[in-house]
């Protein structure tokens, strides 16, 4: 079971580094091919499958400038992980608006890569933070 553990933490430690290195085709490695990813946020945009997700990828990097996720602490049931962040950026689109919100990240983890990837953030927060 420990190694399951240390295994799941790494996949997902992997992957926000990362996400934190703006590294789209790096992020894209990190996951399967049949990767979910769910957000529950209004605004959130869900998608299915690592081409898909790899194409919007390029999109959110640059739209999110600085972007950058601080794990607040890593919850590892398993092949599961919880991970409350929080996520600050720019938002090119809205005039370089500096943004700080906190999540949560839920993560199925197989074979070493992201299955699953559901997102909690609180969409209204952003925008009220950019308005």
Known sequence: MGFVLNETRAAVEAYLAALNAHDADAVAAR????????????????????????????????NFVDLH???ERFLVDGESAAVPYVMTFRMRSAGD?????????????????????TDYWDSGEVQRQLA
């Open 69 to 71: 996720y601080a794990p």
């Open 31 to 62: 996951v399967a091919q049949d990767f979910v990813n769910e957000h529950t946020s209004s605004t959130g945009q869900s998608r299915r499958g690592r081409a898909a997700y790899r194409a919007a990828l390029t999109g959110f990097l640059e």
């Open 97 to 117: 608006r500096p943004v700080r919100i906190r999540g949560v990240f839920v993560f199925t983890v197989a074979a070493g890569l992201i299955t699953r990837r």
